[in-house]
């Protein structure tokens, strides 16, 4: 009797790229799910824009609006890459979350891809927010393709504020994170001109605005809505960029270490 040859369906093959979105999606949804995280991080942007841009500089004729959406888009940007990596990988190193991670078969990046896809998200949605509050109510009026530089320079923006936030998440547990980040986040924020224009501080403080990495970012907003401060913008993206790589090499050799 000739023997019938049976055969099992394969294991289903999951591309490198699904697994990649698919995780990218689950951490999204994740933090879009933890209020303590995602209301801070859409709703402080908006309100601070919505009481110094529109409000309490209704008179100016547009200026402070037009202004500040550059600023406060970054200071926006800002926390979404402190917190989202900064808080979260703090807790999950200290839980053993990662070296669970690891263990796992699945590619080694899609953890570090997932987060950082989940910033710009997070960043797409607060640069989408503050446009709609100052086209609607603030009468600022910019081409389209201002609107578009504009958001495709936070939502690569915060990849810099991701690597620091990485960093300092692989240097503190997860109690002490927020007030590390709170630290370097606010007096970054206020030192960089993101809440009032350097001409309106001291001479000091324009003077040591460049060791901030926000500075650099605002004022290549700035230059999108022509109110830049006339700095070369190639010394601003290559600052942006050494930070970006610094301070993720610092974080690897930290996770290696650590776990």
């Not at 600023?71 to 926006?76: D, E």
């Amino acid at each position: 009797m000739n023997a019938i040859a049976t055969t099992r369906p394969a294991a289903p093959r999951h591309s490198v790229l699904r697994i990649y979105l698919l995780e990218a999606r689950h951490e999204f949804l994740r933090m879009l799910r933890t209020p303590s995280f995602a209301l801070p991080v859409l709703l402080f942007p908006a309100l601070f824009y919505t009481l110094f841009g529109l409000v309490l500089n209704r008179a100016d004729g547009g200026g402070a609006a037009r202004y500040l959406l550059a600023t406060y888009g970054v200071f926006g940007i800002m926390g979404a890459g402190l917190f989202g990596f900064g808080v979260v990988v703090a807790m999950e190193r200290e839980r053993g979350f990662l070296a669970y991670k690891r263990a796992l078969p699945m590619p080694p990046g899609a953890y570090m891809f997932a987060k950082m896809a989940m910033a710009m998200l997070f960043s797409l949605l607060i640069s989408t927010l503050l446009g709609t509050l100052a086209a609607g109510f603030g009468g600022v009026s910019l081409l389209p393709w201002q609107w578009l530089a504009l958001l495709a320079i936070n939502v690569v923006g915060v990849l810099p504020f991701c690597a620091l936030g990485l960093f300092v998440g692989t240097l503190v547990g997860g109690q002490g994170a927020p007030a590390v980040l709170n630290l370097l986040y606010l007096p970054m924020a206020f030192l960089s001109g993101l809440w009032l224009p350097l001409t309106m501080l001291p001479p000091v403080f324009a003077s040591m605005a460049p060791a901030w990495p926000p500075y650099h970012l605002s004022q290549v907003a700035l230059r999108v809505v022509g109110m830049h401060d006339g700095s070369p913008l190639l010394v601003h993206v290559a600052v942006l960029v050494a930070v970006t790589m610094l301070f993720f090499a610092l974080a690897r050799r930290r996770l290696r270490r650590t776990g």
